[in-house]
């Protein structure tokens, strides 16, 4: 078993999601980052690991019945400001303004 993915394998991954993200945004769904739209050019953004330990989770945000109205992708972080470590796992991560 293989522990890590090459960088083509990343790059094609990251390809596939994008070209998800875009059939989303073809059909209406707003995509933010940061709280703003962004051009498509700016989307592989979202895949950058910050010097500053942050990252970007996405939310898949609804609509009345069941629709899917936008999807946001904010930067998160492990870490407190000090560098101290906070938490292990997604229950407690947070965001920072």
């Given amino acids: 078993m293989r522990g890590s993915k090459t960088y083509a394998?990343?790059?094609?991954?990251?390809?596939?999601?994008?070209?998800?993200?875009?059939?989303?945004?073809?059909?209406?769904?707003?995509?933010?980052?940061?709280?703003?739209?962004?051009p498509e050019s700016d989307w592989g953004r979202i895949f950058e690991l910050g010097e500053d330990g942050g990252f970007y989770m996405g939310d898949y945000v609804g609509a009345d019945q069941g629709c899917l109205k936008e999807i946001r992708f904010d930067k998160v972080y492990l870490e407190s400001p000090?560098?101290?470590?906070?938490?292990?796992?997604?229950?407690?991560?947070?965001?920072?303004?």
């Fill in 9 to 38: 394998e990343t790059k094609e991954l990251q390809k596939t999601y994008l070209d998800g993200l875009k059939r989303y945004h073809d059909r209406g769904i707003t995509i933010l980052i940061d709280g703003e739209e962004c």
């Fill in 82 to 97: 000090s560098g101290k470590r906070e938490c292990s796992g997604p229950s407690r991560i947070r965001k920072r303004k």
